[in-house]
């Protein structure tokens, strides 16, 4: 299947501790994008990169750091945990070109902090 | 600074009614601006997409239109069904940068 996927699908863990989240596409695109979505639905971009470059970086807690290791994976390192971190978070890539910068999106990781 | 707002923040219609969502942004230099419908729990799925080139775009039932002298956007839903429930979230993307900036979302209801 041609998709824009995410791992884990659901996170919970406690306070302090460090994850990550591991995003992969296969619609040879070269930028990706991570989005937090808030308890109110409300979508924001994080980080962007493009050919591995990161292009978008939002005012984030540098608790956060996104690494994209080649153009098909971007993932997301968190340190130190808040409670305000609990969210869901989606990963979405794009293609270059005026026909094919149409935004996919995976199926989220929704994050729980206790 | 680009700011995207969608009105109504909720709807309810019975089914067969044909809608209007709306999308309002404040940078008419938008390089595109992409339609999308959020189900409970899910991803976001890819509905349409408009350049800044065109004035509207269609697929099946739904059709997007342009408008960026007035920094608007709508999506026309014909004789919409309860599978239309969802939330619809339109996302703009201005030109010379990547970012997309997302509206608030309308939720909408179709009601049998």
């Known amino acids: 299947d041609t998709a824009v996927s995410q791992t884990p699908k659901y996170l919970v863990t406690q306070m302090g501790n460090d994850k990550s989240i591991k995003c992969e596409q296969n619609l040879g695109h070269d930028t990706m994008y991570w989005y937090k979505q808030d308890s109110k639905k409300f979508l924001k971009i994080m980080f962007s990169?493009?050919?591995?470059?990161?292009?978008i970086n939002e005012t984030v807690p540098n608790r956060f750091s996104p690494k994209s290791p080649d153009k098909a994976h971007l993932n997301l390192h968190i340190n130190s945990l808040e409670l305000g971190d609990s969210a869901v978070y989606f990963c979405a890539s794009s293609g270059s070109g005026s026909s094919y910068n149409e935004q996919f999106f995976g199926p989220g990781t929704r994050l729980t902090v206790l | 600074k680009q700011e995207v707002t969608q009105i109504p923040a909720a709807l309810s219609v019975p089914e067969g009614e044909n809608l209007v969502l709306n999308c309002s942004f404040t940078d008419s230099a938008i390089y595109n601006l992409q339609w999308f419908r959020q189900d409970p729990g899910k991803g976001l799925t890819s509905l349409l997409l408009?350049?800044?080139?065109?004035r509207e775009q269609t697929s099946g039932r739904l059709n997007a239109s342009l408008d960026k002298s007035s920094g608007r956007s709508t999506l026309y839903i014909a004789a919409s069904q309860p599978g239309d429930s969802a939330t619809y979230l339109c996302?703009?993307?201005?030109?010379?940068?990547?970012?997309?900036?997302f509206g608030t979302g309308t939720r909408l209801k179709v009601l049998a």
């Open positions: 990169y493009n050919n591995k470059e990161l292009i």
């Open positions: 408009i350049q800044s080139s065109q």
């Open positions: 996302a703009a993307r201005s030109s010379g940068t990547y970012k997309y900036i």
